[in-house]
């Protein structure tokens, strides 16, 4: 079926719009076991994993695996399809909405600073940009953890994607959003919930605010800010705030397939992506994500207080339901709880987990998106490469792929695509 003919109903576009609006992120509803993160860490067995995914039908994908003193690095697949030019381990990617849990830290130093209150309204922080009730109701926590219930932007940014068209994406390519105009397209939307209500319902827009009070409060920037005190700090010497739409350093292609309506997949690596912002622009390596990781969870880059207060999890929806903290979230595995974020943009998704005690981590980049069907209820129908991606996501994080229970999982379990922001028509 295509998506043409699943887009024939309301309720199908709708279904539509629910899977492709958004930053991707990945949870798995395995329980976590006695004791802390893997063990095992055998190197050909991590090469052959992820060289799975790209047997999948994966185009590209890199990753990075730590475990203590010991790592690997590896790569498969192409960077390009016409020119089968080689991924590389180190290639520069853009990472989404990795960028939220950079911008909470951010906000959570100017907490730790006494310029911003967790519990206070944003109103005292954006008067003229949310005013009234609405304002003295939301906190700075409720932007952080999803519970404003703010609607998210990107579906009124791009209109086509309700009647399953690709359109929108190519109108927008080298458009460059303004932070007030994807705010407002956010707040001028019916909220989704009553603020503090929980679930709560990732939007993207929070982000934004969270960056303008980040503005108000510092004087900066917020992605100057974030990049002095952030991205320096940790040590990062491959993540940046990209100033045009091309991605800075060797990076490959970015190629959407956006559930079958783009067929052959269109490369969007050269794309504006100012509409995420601080919400979703970063760009970076796989080994700088497992640093940042790294320095976080180990008390560098915020204190003790702010971390703690960072862990503090609510119940999130993002088509799954995640145990969503203020921008990072738990992740329950077989070996253990690990924290960490995942996102997406056209043509280019990330996984990153680090374990609670920093020691075992992967990050994964790869460079083909949305590439599932739906079926006729609206729910994406997992791929042989979700199958292979969850594999070697639990090898890197336990030392064990755990295939049976992979397979249990899934279809509550399809990496970079099952949890999605709902847009309601």
């Not at 490369?267 to 912002?277: G, I, P, Q, T």
């Amino acid at each position: 079926m295509t998506m043409r003919q699943l887009g024939k109903t309301a309720g199908r576009r709708a279904a539509v719009a629910a899977m492709t609006i958004g930053v991707l992120l990945a949870a798995t509803p395995a329980q976590a076991a006695e004791g802390g993160s893997g063990s095992g860490f055998d190197r050909q067995q991590l090469r052959q994993a992820l060289s799975a995914v790209h047997e999948a039908g994966m185009f590209g994908l890199y990753s990075a695996v730590n475990d203590g003193a010991k790592s690997w690095r590896g790569a498969s697949g192409v960077a390009e399809v016409r020119t089968n030019r080689p991924v590389t381990s180190g290639m520069v990617h853009r990472v989404g909405s990795i960028t939220k849990t950079f911008t909470a830290v951010a906000m959570l130093q100017q907490v730790a600073r006494g310029k911003v209150e967790l519990d206070a309204p944003i109103g005292r922080y954006l008067p003229d940009v949310v005013p009234g009730e609405r304002g003295q109701r939301i906190t700075v926590r409720m932007l952080l953890n999803h519970t404003s219930h703010i609607a998210d932007f990107v579906g009124p940014a791009f209109p086509s994607l309700y009647e399953g068209s690709p359109q929108s994406l190519d109108d927008n390519r080298l458009r460059r959003f303004t932070r007030q105009e994807v705010a407002r397209l956010g707040l001028d939307a019916p909220p989704t919930g009553a603020p503090g209500s929980t679930p709560g319902v990732y939007s993207n827009t929070n982000y934004v605010l969270v960056g303008m009070i980040l503005q108000k409060v510092t004087g900066l920037e917020p992605e100057e800010y974030i990049t002095r005190h952030v991205i320096r700090k940790a040590g990062l010497r491959h993540t940046s705030f990209p100033r045009t739409p091309f991605i800075p350093g060797p990076h490959s292609k970015a190629y959407e397939s956006l559930f079958g309506m783009i067929d052959p997949p269109r490369d969007y690596s050269v794309y504006e992506v100012s509409f995420l912002n601080t919400a979703g622009a970063l760009t970076s390596t796989m080994d700088d994500l497992n640093r940042f990781f790294r320095a976080l969870l180990r008390g560098e880059l915020i204190g003790p207080a702010e971390l703690t207060e960072m862990r503090k999890t609510v119940p999130v929806e993002a088509g799954g339901v995640l145990n969503y903290g203020l921008g990072i979230y738990a992740y329950d595995l077989p070996c253990g709880r690990f924290w960490g974020h995942s996102g997406s943009v056209f043509g280019m998704a990330t996984e990153s987990l680090t374990s609670e005690d920093g020691r075992r981590q992967v990050s994964m980049g790869v460079n083909r998106t949305k590439y599932q069907t739906i079926d006729e209820s609206g729910q994406v129908v997992p791929h042989d490469i979700d199958y292979a991606t969850a594999s070697y996501l639990l090898l890197a994080a336990c030392g064990s792929s755990g295939d049976a229970q992979v397979r249990a999982a899934a279809p509550q379990f399809v990496p970079f695509a099952v949890d999605q922001v709902r847009v309601k028509r």
